[in-house]
């Protein structure tokens, strides 16, 4: 368990933070860029969670805020560190998860016939936005996996939870039938 009794510490004061691995890199690093990220995404998601009033997909969500604290643990520790612990890593039974609740939930839903635009009710829009803040965590990752080693459960996880949130906010919008759906070109003049 972890135990926090001091909240700073000074010694990022010169611009580094510690990785898992007590390694020290910049703040601009791209590996602490990638986990930033992913944080920044769970702090999205528990503003929507506390919007949230369907207990199952607020379960969900909550399920999904721990994982991302499993995956920024993942990626704070790079592989191949010798450490006298066994890293906390995403695996496969974790995505397999959000699979099965992907499927769940998108079997209330009809069958999309254009595009969602973010937005409906607060909580989907919450949802939409948590969605973008999740791609652009996946973007990093994938960014950092050119460079580094990276988990394929982990690429895999941060994949499918942008799935879980679309779906998720579209059954915050009454099961779809709030979504507000793009029409192509309907802004022209003329």
Known sequence: ???????????GDDGSTGLGS??????FDLRVSAYGTVDETNAVIGCARAACTDRLLGDMLM?????LFDLGADLATPSGTDLPYDP????????TRLEREIDL???????LKSFVLPGGTMLSAQLHLARTVCRRAERLIVELAQTETVGEPALRYINRLSDLLFVAARVANEDGKADVLWVPGQSRSG
Do not use: C, F
């Open 105 to 111: 939930l998108n079997a209330r839903l009809d069958p």
């Open 88 to 95: 906390l890593r995403i695996d496969a039974s974790q995505v």
């Open 1 to 11: 368990m972890v135990t926090l009794n001091k909240i700073y510490t000074r010694t």
């Open 63 to 67: 399920r999904v805020q721990n994982d």
């Open 22 to 27: 007590g390694e020290r890199r910049s703040k």
